[in-house]
T-cell receptor
Framework: KQEVTQIPAALSVPEGENLVLNCSFT??????LQWFRQDPGKGLTSLLL?????REQTSGRLNASLDKSSGRSTLYIAASQPGDSATYLC???????????FGTGTQLKVEL | GAVVSQHPSWVICKSGTSVKIECRSL??????MFWYRQFPKQSLMLMAT?????????EQGVEKDKFLINHASLTLSTLTVTSAHPEDSSFYIC??????????????FGPGTRLLVL
């Protein structure tokens, strides 16, 4: 059974700082790994999707990497802004039926 | 494109009543929809996979008779929480795939429905 863990659970940084969020998964037989953003009381916004054959994906100030062999993915946020404050979730697609297994999330706060 | 809506966005009901939540794909046909629940400060847990025209597949530990899922059309799936109790209070989120049949299709998520059972 796939298990996805994220550390840290919460993170507070000053504006402008670069930061890294970590995601680990127990079953390396994944189809892809996704990073989402969730604002309080809201649904999910897809940020980046990395296919199992890829090593990284970039979108603007965001860069996600994937290391299947070690069961890890990282989300790098450059020059953080207060608007980046949200909960970030990673999710691995594996098994039959395209099931997504979500991590526990990292609650990020970027302070002025 | 690929917009998914949910209705209602929030609902408060009395214990023992049933609540229906709708999930619609607005600009695409979704042969598969997924239902998740999220408790406060916790992650999303898959409840069931819903395929148009067939019975839903429930995850282990999810009561079929408690959470009724109907996927009667290619753009609509409904989740009915029957005889709701306070412990059913949660954030329910649906997602939908475009149904091309490819492995690991992108799931498009709805905005969620917050249920509070008094």
């Amino acid at each position: 059974k796939q298990e996805v863990t994220q550390i840290p659970a919460a993170l507070s940084v000053p504006e402008g700082e670069n930061l890294v969020l970590n995601c680990s998964f127990t079953d390396s037989a994944i189809y892809n790994l996704q990073w989402f953003r969730q604002d309080p009381g809201k649904g999910l916004t897809s940020l980046l999707l990395i296919q199992s054959s890829q090593r990284e994906q970039t979108s603007g100030r965001l860069n996600a990497s994937l290391d299947k062999s070690s069961g890890r993915s990282t989300l790098y946020i450059a020059a953080s802004q207060p608007g980046d404050s949200a909960t970030y979730l990673c999710a691995a697609t594996s098994g039959g039926g395209n099931k997504l297994t979500f991590g526990t999330g990292t609650q990020l706060k970027v302070e002025l | 494109g690929a917009v998914v809506s949910q209705h209602p966005s929030w609902v408060i009901c009395k214990s023992g009543t049933s609540v229906k939540i709708e999930c619609r794909s607005l600009d695409f046909q979704a042969t598969t929809m997924f239902w998740y629940r999220q408790f406060p400060k916790q992650s999303l847990m898959l409840m069931a996979t819903s395929n148009e025209g067939s019975k839903a597949t429930y995850e282990q530990g999810v009561e079929k008779d408690k959470f009724l899922i109907n996927h009667a059309s290619l753009t609509l799936s409904t989740l009915t929480v029957t005889s709701a109790h306070p412990e059913d209070s949660s954030f329910y989120i649906c997602s939908a795939t475009t149904g091309t049949g490819a492995i690991a299709e992108t799931q498009y998520f709805g905005p969620g429905t917050r249920l509070l059972v008094l």
